[in-house]
């Protein structure tokens, strides 16, 4: 069974940073692509950032420069650094695993950026 568990949620003052951290059970080169979605209530979830297992990496608009997607050495967790953060940063934010069409969802982390 694959599962991903997200960390590192809270809540952080507008200007402030955090540290997403998503262990997963397999080596992250197992996925063809990682990656960051969030929602919003009454929003579709969106892609924040992913990383390929070639390491090709891509970004939303709204938060290039500001975030940056990782992975560790061990190559089981994946991270997503988080800085310049600014409310509409406020959601709840999922790790994505994807290989060989399928997908694979972590529970989620809350993230509130207050103003």
């Known amino acids: 069974q694959v599962q991903l568990v997200e960390s590192g949620g809270g809540l952080v003052q507008a200007g402030g940073s955090l540290r997403l951290s998503c262990a997963a059970s397999r080596t992250i080169f197992w996925f063809n692509t990682m990656g960051w979605y969030r929602q919003t209530p009454g929003k579709q979830r969106e892609l924040v950032a992913s990383i390929s297992s070639g390491s090709i990496t891509n970004y939303a608009d709204a938060v290039k420069g500001r975030f940056t997607i990782s992975r560790d050495s061990a190559k089981t967790t994946v991270y997503l650094q988080m800085n310049g953060l600014k409310p509409e940063d406020t959601a709840v934010y999922y790790c994505?695993?994807?290989?060989?069409?399928?997908?694979?969802w972590g529970q989620g982390t809350q993230v509130t950026v207050s103003s």
């Open positions: 994505n695993g994807q290989r060989l069409g399928y997908q694979y």
